[in-house]
């Protein structure tokens, strides 16, 4: 068997190295690749996939995707996005599926469809004109305004004030972006983080925001602790996974007077707080999965 890790980053990230580090240990040859570093070729008769402009690559049997890089333009994203399809259609396994890479990555598109599965999320609009925001913002006091495709908390702010929703998303109009607007819903300064692999969920860990910030990303600074997993936010994980058909995840879970609400599910979810936390190292768990996955 044969599988590549996929991400961009020159130096393969910590994540990256334990998935290979894994796959070996299970007597799979594994691989590390770049987007940038991967031509797409299409002929009459076929189409292949090489490393630089001749190594061929051979078909292999899957690819954990680790991330799609930074994208400056939609060209780009849709290369990467094609490319693995192009992989799918030659019958690679790739995880996660393309599509739902597309769908978690997308928070708008998220939030409809774990909506649609009947989960609760914050209250959400996405909108193009400037005055929509305010007045939303206006209805629903504390609002936290969020770049659609994010990373790792950076660009999502917090506003109570009509006019520094005016600011930012006159910002954003002028950058030919949306503006997502979200509804600030928690009961404490602390979300849980659930990571799950195929139908199990690992764990759990609270995030707790440095003092003074509401940001829980462990990227900026969140204080991290165990977690007691309870059947109902063992569920709720399991649903938001299905929902966006990932086959692993990181699920970011509020808890409000309503109940577990949804923030975000992740397709490409780092890792290296979660395995300190916990001691859990969910490399082990992606790879025999997807070793499992990939003999059918
Ligand atoms: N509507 C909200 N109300 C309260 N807290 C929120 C809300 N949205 C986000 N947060 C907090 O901010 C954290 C980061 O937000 P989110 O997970 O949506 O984006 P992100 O992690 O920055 O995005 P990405 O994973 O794309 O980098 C959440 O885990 C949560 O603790
Ligand atoms: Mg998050």
């Not at 991290?224 to 938001?240: G, H, P, Y």
Request: glycine content about 8%; hydrophobic content about 45%; some cysteine.
């Amino acid at each position: 068997m044969k599988v590549a890790v996929i991400h961009e980053a020159p130096v393969p990230t910590s994540a990256s190295r334990q998935l290979m580090m894994a796959f070996m240990k299970r007597a799979v040859k594994a691989l590390y690749l770049r987007f940038s570093g991967l031509v797409s070729y299409i002929s009459s008769g076929t189409d292949w996939i090489s490393v630089g402009s001749d190594t061929k690559l051979e078909d292999l049997d899957a690819t954990v995707v680790r991330g799609l890089g930074s994208v400056a333009t939609l060209e780009i994203l849709l290369r990467r996005i094609n490319l693995l399809k192009q992989l799918e259609s030659r019958g690679t396994l790739v995880v996660n599926p393309v599509e739902s890479i597309m769908k978690a990555r997308d928070k708008h598109l998220s939030m409809i469809e774990l909506r649609r599965a009947e989960l609760l999320v914050p209250e959400t609009a996405v909108v193009e004109d400037v005055f929509d925001a305010v007045e939303i913002a206006k209805k629903w006091g504390r609002v936290v305004i969020k770049p659609l495709i994010g990373s790792m908390g950076y660009g999502s702010i917090l506003a109570s004030d009509p006019d520094m929703v005016y600011n930012v998303g006159r910002l954003l109009q002028m950058h030919g972006l949306p503006i997502y607007v979200q509804k600030y819903v928690r009961k404490y300064e602390r979300d849980i983080r659930v990571f799950v692999v195929g139908d199990r969920v690992l764990g759990a860990m609270y995030r707790y925001c440095p003092e003074g910030t509401w940001k829980t990303n462990v990227s900026q600074g969140a204080r991290t602790e165990v977690a007691k997993l309870t059947k109902e936010l063992e569920e709720v994980a399991l649903r938001a996974a299905r929902a966006l058909n990932l086959l692993y995840t990181g699920v970011d879970i509020g808890e409000t007077e309503e109940g577990y609400v949804l923030y975000e599910v992740n397709a490409t979810p780092q890792w290296e707080g979660f395995m300190r936390t916990t001691g859990i190292n969910p490399a082990e768990h992606i790879a025999d999965l997807v070793i499992n996955l990939a003999k059918k």
